[in-house]
């Protein structure tokens, strides 16, 4: 199922919406990008903030979110985390059950980034063009 | 060799505790303050049909098990965490609490941090996360490439790590590691105990009718590198890991019939080093990997009569050898419950004699010189906390099967069953 989330500006065509902190000092990441901060492998913003990656526990936006771009299953997913976490490389992703704590997290909490359903209407974040 | 029960409560308080979490649903991790907590515990069973390994299977064994908590904390660039870990298996561990790893880390960018206090070693794609069962698929690693008798030497340092991560934009990613440090090894580790069991294995002093005190272990210091390219294709990663070492071990010998010590014999590892070669390839529900393993260890030893009775003045011995070993894996998802695992794994403790014919001669048989083992895993996720996994291994050769488990001898062709039950949080 493909959504077109209309935001001014910005028109993506996939299951989910990549969202930042209003102060994250970007407007667009490339795929890679994003790939590499949800593997822990790229850790701050071009103005050396700390990146806060957020996640989703489960569901279809966090399945075609992860598919898409981390290339990675959700179970892959939490293993790479597992992983690292408990070999003392790491602490796993903070993670809500569904887009509107992803949202409310990402609005007050300085260089995070998340993503959420398009139908969401986030407010307090940025939507970030994903290249 | 089992300590009274301090430890052993530990584990069961835990366990216990952990089992409680299970019964009231679903279990994520907990926080208090800003500190997030993480934990597993691990109980496994093994038996054998022939051949102790690592403890006494033969009769079936429970003492098989892994428990660990861990404490993290993340102020903007600085992780301050630790682990701690107790475990089980046979003779060693005996559940006693450890500090797996205790770090603070700290980033400096993408290219560069840096790790310290103690840090668990990048020997192999698996070696950081060997005691923590859920990480993988099969109950055992390959032997091969993660010997037992090689962990209390090679799990963990106390030290500095730097670590960091190179951007090849289409060509992948690079994380590169370096670490420098040192550890303690008990002296009835396995490590000290097969080190022992090979210095002795042919020598003119092993003859001796004396008794042998565990030997005193001092390592000098542990270093290596790490690389690990990643993504060159979506899904493969090449690893290339090297550990050199520096290690050395003393010990009395006394006459049994009047307790005196009547020599001593001081051993330094004068060449001591690993390399491991590393292939993984993740495709769809599948995944590949191989590792090749050298270890070489060369040791210079003295034997020092103190007594004019001996047969024979001071002995010096250097031995020398390099084990290979190698495996290939290969891991499929059939669902969310269920994974299939099997790998074929090959080990010689002396790449130069790998058909035995140098034990041969010193009247030993030759399937001491491999391990070849075919292992066939099923892993049950039952859900987010709770794994189950089965397992056989078919092996041929007992180059892993010491012979202070075996003191009646050790077979040829022989088959080991092992089970587990994870819980995590």
Known sequence: MIFTFALPGFVQAFDFVVIANQEVPADSLSKHDIKKIYLGKKKTWENGQPIELVTMVSGDVHESFLNTIVKKTSTQFTYYWKELLFTGRGVEPKSFSNSAGVAEYVAKTKGAIGYVAPDTSPEGVKVLEVQ | ?425
Request: glycine share 8%; hydrophobic share 40%; aromatic share 14%.
């Open chain 2, 1 to 425: 060799m089992r300590e009274a029960g301090k430890p052993v409560s530990f584990f069961v308080v835990i366990w216990t505790l952990f089992w409680a979490l299970g019964n009231v649903g679903s279990v994520s991790a907990q926080m208090w303050k800003d500190i997030t907590i993480h934990g597993f515990v691990s109980q496994g069973y093994m038996q054998s049909t022939d051949n102790n390994y690592l403890m006494e299977t033969e009769d079936g064994s429970f003492q098989f098990n892994e428990i660990g908590i861990n404490f993290t904390t993340v102020y903007e660039k600085l992780r301050l965490g630790m682990q701690i870990f107790s475990r089980d298996l046979g003779d060693q561990g005996n559940n006693e609490v450890t500090i797996d790893w205790a770090v603070a880390d700290y980033y400096f960018n993408d290219y560069a941090g840096i790790r310290a206090g103690k840090v668990k070693l990048p020997l192999g794609l698996y070696n950081q996360s060997r005691d923590v069962d859920m990480l993988r698929t099969p109950i055992i690693l390959p032997g091969s490439s993660y010997d037992e008798g090689f962990r209390e030497i090679a799990s963990a340092c106390y030290g500095v790590d730097l670590y960091g991560n190179i951007d090849m934009k289409i060509a992948g990613d690079v994380d590169y590691e370096l670490f420098y440090g040192t550890n303690n090894v008990e002296s009835d580790s396995l490590y000290v105990r097969g080190f022992m069991e090979r210095m002795n294995r042919g020598s003119q002093t092993a003859a001796l009718p004396l008794d042998q005190s565990e030997p005193d272990q001092n390592i000098d210091y542990l270093a290596g590198a790490a690389l690990r390219w990643n993504n060159i294709l979506e899904g493969l990663r090449l690893g290339a890991h090297m550990f050199i070492f520096d290690a050395g071990a003393n010990s009395e010998f006394t006459d049994p019939s009047s307790g005196f010590t009547v020599a001593k014999m001081e051993s330094e590892v004068e060449d001591g080093y690993a390399t491991v070669f590393s292939l993984e390839y993740k495709w769809m529900d599948f995944t590949f990997a191989s590792e090749i393993t050298h270890i070489k260890v060369e040791t210079a030893a003295k034997f020092i009569p103190l007594s004019p009775q001996l047969p024979f003045g001071p002995v010096s011995r250097i031995t020398s050898s390099t084990s290979l070993g190698w495996y290939i894996q290969m891991n499929y998802r059939f669902s969310d419950l269920v994974k299939l695992g099997v790998y074929y794994s090959e080990f010689y403790p002396d790449d130069e004699d790998k058909d035995g014919e140098k034990l041969i001669r010193m009247g030993l048989p030759d399937y001491l010189a491999w391990q070849k083992e075919i292992v066939p895993t099923v892993r049950f996720d039952i859900n987010r906390n709770w794994l189950v996994k089965l397992e056989t291994h078919f092996v041929d050769g007992a180059a892993n099967v010491y012979e202070f488990n075996n003191p009646e001898g050790r077979e040829d062709d022989w088959i080991l069953y092992a089970a587990k039950v994870t819980f995590n949080f």
